[in-house]
C-alpha cells in the first residue's frame, strides 16, 4: 500500500568492518563505566558532535529520557566524539545500544590497536560492543558514534567504556527507583485493562503485576493488560526499574472487563476502515488523535519485521510525524477506543517482508503481535501481506493469536484483487479457515489490472462493475456479508491506479447493500449485511479535504 524505501547493504563497508551483536563482559567487581553522560541525560555534555549533526531526543530511548540523534549530511558522517580516561595496559570493553540508519561505534588512541564495530539500519534497538586494549602509556581514548554519508539519522544511547577505573570520573551509580504513584485504570473492555501511573524518577522501565504475577514490562508510563476473562475483577500493581533493581510494588488498583454485548468484537454494523501512516510520505502527517471521526477501524501501518522468523515489532516514526512521542500514540489509542474506535496494527504492506511459513515462526508471529497489542493497547492486527501468504501456517498464527486475545480480537485483511479471484487462493483459503474469528476482509479494488467478475466475465478497474462483481466472488464464495468490505485509494495520489470518486464507492455500496446504484452488473440478491468500505489513507484523505470520509463515511452509516 505504501512506499518506504530502505537503503541496501555496502558490499565494500561490510568486507571492511565486522558486526558483533554479543553483550559487554565485565573484567572484575571494580570495574566502571569510564564513559561520562553515557545515556545522553545531560544533553550532549562530555560529547562533541562534528557539524552540529547531533542532538538530544526524548524519543525513541533505550533507557532513561534520553537518547543521542544524530544526522549524516553531505559530507559529514554526523561523527559524535568523547575523551575517555582509560588506564596503561587494560583492557576495556566498548558497547552502546544503536537504532535508525547505519552506526558505527569505535575507539582511537588506544595506543594498541583501535578497534570499531558496526550496523546496517535497524529499526530496533540493538547493542554494539567491542573490546580494546591500552598500551603502556596511554591514559586516555577518544570513544565515537558515527553514521553514514547520505544514510538515514542513527540513534545512540548508554555508551559504556567499561573497564578498570581510569580517574577521570564516571556517571553517578543508578538507586533503585521509589514505587510508582498515581496508578489508575484509563479504560477496560470485555478482555483488557489500560493502567496509566506517574513518571518515576531513575526508572528506565516499569513492571506490571496482575493479581501479585507479573504479566508485562513497558518503557512508558501506561500498558494495557489483554487477554483478560470478561465481567471479571482484576488486582493490578506497578514497580518501576533500573539497572540497580526493582522498586517495591505501587498501591494496587482494582478493575473489572466489560460485559460483552454479544460474540465477537464490538463493532457497528456498517464500518468504515482507514490506514494511518507511522511515516510521511508526502500525504498529510498526521497524529493518530487527527484522524477522521468517520473511520470506526484504524489500521497503524505498519508493523515491522525483525531477525526472528515470523516475529514483527513496532517502531514509532517519531522524527518523522513531527516529534510524535510513544506515551502520545498510546494516549491517542486510548482516546479513540474511548470514542468508540477499533485501533489495530497492520502487519505487511507493499515492502511488507514477514513471512510466516512453518509452525516456529506462526508461534513467533502470534506472541509478538500479542505483546504489541499488551504494549500499546491495539485491538488487534490487520494482514496485508502483499507478497504472498502460506494459508496454513497463518491460520495457525491468527488461531493461537485468537486464544490468547480472546473474543474482542479484530482481524481484518487487505489483499489484492488476485488474491481473491478463487477460493483456491491463499488468502482467500485463510479467510475461509478464520472464517469465525474474521472482522473483515477490505480488498484492494485498485493497483490492479483486469480481472474477472463473480459472473465469468473480464471487468476493468475504475469502475462501479468492478467493484460490484469482484466483491460478489467474496459474497458467494463463502464470506457472511459483514466479512467483506470495498477497498479504494482516498485521493488519485494514493494508489498508482485504480481511483474512483466517492460517489462511484457509494454507489456500488448501494448496489450491493440495495440493488440500486450499479452498472451492467447486477448481483443476483442483495447484501444489506455488507461491512461497509475502507481507504488508503486518512493522511492521503486528508491531503485531499477529507473528501472520502466525508462522502463515504456517512454513506456507510447509514446503509440499512
Known amino acids: 500500500m505504501s512506499i518506504r524505501s530502505r537503503f541496501g547493504v555496502m558490499a565494500a563497508l561490510t568486507a571492511a568492518l565486522a558486526l558483533t551483536l554479543l553483550p559487554a563482559g565485565h573484567a572484575s567487581a571494580a570495574d566502571v563505566n569510564n564513559a561520562k553522560n553515557a545515556g545522553f541525560e545531560s544533553g550532549l555534555s562530555d560529547w562533541t558532535c562534528s557539524a552540529n549533526s547531533g542532538t538530544t531526543v526524548s524519543a525513541p530511548v533505550h533507557g532513561g529520557s534520553a537518547a543521542l540523534k544524530a544526522t549524516p549530511a553531505g559530507q559529514d558522517n554526523a561523527r559524535c566524539t568523547q575523551a575517555v580516561a582509560v588506564k596503561p595496559n587494560s583492557t576495556y570493553t566498548l558497547s552502546a545500544w544503536v537504532q535508525g540508519g547505519y552506526t558505527y561505534l569505535g575507539v582511537t588512541g588506544t595506543g594498541t590497536t583501535d578497534v570499531s564495530t558496526w550496523t546496517p539500519d535497524t529499526t530496533t534497538w540493538k547493542q554494539l560492543s567491542t573490546t580494546f586494549t591500552t598500551g603502556a602509556a596511554t591514559t586516555s581514548v577518544t570513544v565515537y558514534t558515527h553514521g553514514w554519508y547520505g544514510q538515514a539519522a542513527y540513534y545512540a544511547d548508554d555508551v559504556s567504556v567499561h573497564g578498570p ?47 501479585g504475577t507479573k504479566v508485562t514490562a513497558v518503557t512508558g508510563t501506561s500498558a494495557t493488560v489483554t487477554g483478560l476473562a470478561a465481567s471479571t475483577s482484576y488486582s493490578f500493581q506497578v514497580t518501576a526499574a533500573n539497572a540497580a533493581g526493582e522498586s517495591p510494588k505501587s498501591a494496587a488498583v482494582t478493575a473489572t472487563t466489560n460485559t460483552p454485548t454479544g460474540p465477537g468484537p464490538s463493532l457497528p454494523k456498517h464500518a468504515v476502515t482507514g490506514y494511518w501512516q507511522n511515516f510521511d510520505n508526502g500525504a498529510t502527517v498526521q497524529k493518530l488523535a487527527d484522524v477522521q471521526s468517520a473511520y470506526d477501524i484504524i489500521a497503524v501501518a505498519f508493523a515491522d519485521a525483525t531477525s526472528t522468523p515470523g516475529a514483527v515489532t513496532f517502531n514509532l516514526d517519531s522524527a518523522g510525524l513531527g516529534g510524535y512521542t510513544v506515551d502520545q500514540f498510546k494516549a491517542d489509542i486510548r482516546a479513540k477506543q474511548a470514542a468508540g474506535k477499533k485501533v489495530i496494527v497492520s502487519v505487511g504492506g507493499e515492502r511488507g517482508t514477514v513471512a510466516v511459513n512453518d509452525a516456529a515462526s506462526a508461534t513467533n508471529f502470534a506472541n509478538s503481535v500479542y505483546s504489541l497489542m499488551q504494549t500499546y493497547g491495539f485491538d488487534g492486527v490487520d494482514i496485508d501481506l502483499e507478497n504472498g501468504l502460506n494459508a496454513t ?57 483486469s480481472m474477472l467478475g463473480c459472473d465469468g466475465k473480464v471487468y476493468s478497474q475504475g469502475s462501479v462493475d468492478f467493484l460490484t462483481a469482484l466483491a460478489c466472488i467474496q459474497l458467494e464464495g463463502g464470506l457472511a456479508p459483514s466479512q467483506v468490505g470495498l477497498g479504494l485509494p482516498a485521493s488519485t495520489r494514493g494508489a498508482g491506479s485504480g481511483y474512483v470518486s466517492p460517489s462511484v464507492v457509494n454507489n456500488a455500496l448501494d448496489c450491493l447493500t440495495k440493488g440500486t446504484g450499479c452498472g451492467t452488473f447486477k448481483p443476483s440478491r442483495t447484501y444489506p449485511d455488507l461491512r461497509g468500505a475502507m481507504t488508503w489513507s486518512t493522511n492521503w484523505d486528508a491531503t485531499a479535504g477529507n473528501a472520502w470520509s466525508s462522502a463515504v463515511g456517512p454513506h456507510v452509516h447509514g446503509l440499512p
Open 165 to 211: 577505573d581510569g580517574g577521570g570520573g564516571t556517571d553517578p551509580s543508578p538507586t533503585i527507583p521509589g514505587a510508582p504513584s498515581g496508578l489508575s485504570v484509563s479504560g477496560t473492555t470485555s478482555s483488557s485493562v489500560s493502567l496509566a501511573w506517574n513518571t518515576v524518577p531513575g526508572a528506565t522501565g516499569y513492571h506490571v503485576y496482575r493479581n
Open 393 to 449: 501456517y497463518m491460520t495457525q498464527a491468527l488461531r493461537s493469536l485468537s486464544a490468547k486475545a480472546g473474543p474482542s480480537l479484530i482481524i481484518t485483511m487487505a489483499p489484492q484483487t488476485i488474491d481473491m479471484q478463487s477460493t483456491s487462493n491463499a488468502y482467500f483459503q485463510t479467510a475461509l479457515n478464520i472464517k469465525d474469528i474474521l472482522t473483515v476482509v477490505n480488498m484492494q479494488y485498485y493497483n490492479s489490472g
